[in-house]
């Protein structure tokens, strides 16, 4: 049972470029969501999933793009890398987020860079 | 707009010494609250739950409190460890628009960064 597994860990990328963070879990968790962390803020909700083919934004999509083919792959797109997408990325996931109090479990996070 | 507060930023301690966090949020319809840890370079870890109707919940050396109430949760660590050096976060559960429906949204707090040494 390996959790959340993300995938890069670090990454350098240019501006424009593309690029995609993969996340995959081995627990049928049915909800799935990718945030981000910023330096002096709280994470903030890039994407989620509540199942597959079922994904909605969150607080800031701007420049991402995800799709849930699956319900252990939850993939994060970078669609043209901007400096402003510097930050940690975190994918997390639960057996259902329409139910209160199902324990939330993160990744290890992915580094993110864009020169 | 929904909002979680923690205070201190960050604290130093002496190991063996007890340390408590704050959190204050004005998150509404509330439905739970829960503390993650996160070390340095590492992801959120989870170290308890509680829902409106829980006060006091502990998981091991940690002890978490809440008063819907006044809103506001706290975070006990007693006789900390050097083990216990991280990011403390304070992650508050709002009700779906329509219950069973909907996705709950989670607001995160800026983090406590606790360092305990020697």
């Known amino acids: 049972n390996a959790g959340v597994t993300q995938t890069p860990k670090f990454q350098v990328l240019k501006t424009g470029q593309s690029m995609t963070l993969q996340c995959a879990q081995d627990?049928?968790?049915?909800?799935m969501s990718w945030y981000r962390q910023d330096p002096g803020m709280g994470l903030r909700l890039i994407h989620y999933?509540?199942?597959?083919?079922?994904?909605d934004q969150g607080e800031v999509p701007n420049g991402y793009n995800v799709s849930r083919s699956t319900t252990e792959d939850f993939p994060l797109r970078l669609l043209s890398a901007a400096p402003s997408q510097t930050s940690v990325y975190f994918c997390?996931?639960?057996?259902?987020?329409?139910?209160?109090?199902?324990?939330?479990?993160f990744g290890e996070g992915s580094w993110l860079t864009v020169v | 707009k929904n909002q979680v507060e923690q205070s201190p930023q960050s604290l130093i301690i002496l190991e063996g010494k007890n340390c408590t966090l704050q959190?204050?949020?004005?998150?509404?319809?509330?439905?739970?609250l829960r503390w993650y840890k996160q070390d340095t370079g590492r992801g959120p870890v989870s170290l308890t739950i509680?829902?409106?109707?829980?006060n006091t919940k502990s998981n091991g050396r940690y002890t978490a409190t809440l008063d819907a109430d006044t809103k506001q949760s706290s975070l006990h660590i007693t006789a900390s460890q050097l083990s216990d050096s991280a990011s403390y976060i304070c992650?508050?559960?709002?009700?779906?628009?329509?219950?069973?429906?909907?996705?709950?949204?989670?607001?995160f707090g800026k983090g406590t960064k606790l360092s305990v040494i020697p």
């Open positions: 997390a996931s639960s057996y259902s987020i329409r139910e209160s109090g199902n324990t939330i479990y």
């Open positions: 627990m049928n968790h049915e909800y």
């Open positions: 999933s509540v199942g597959a083919g079922i994904t």
């Open positions: 959190c204050n949020y004005t998150v509404s319809p509330f439905s739970n």
């Open positions: 509680m829902t409106f109707s829980e």
């Open positions: 992650v508050v559960s709002v009700v779906p628009f329509r219950e069973g429906a909907g996705s709950y949204q989670l607001t």
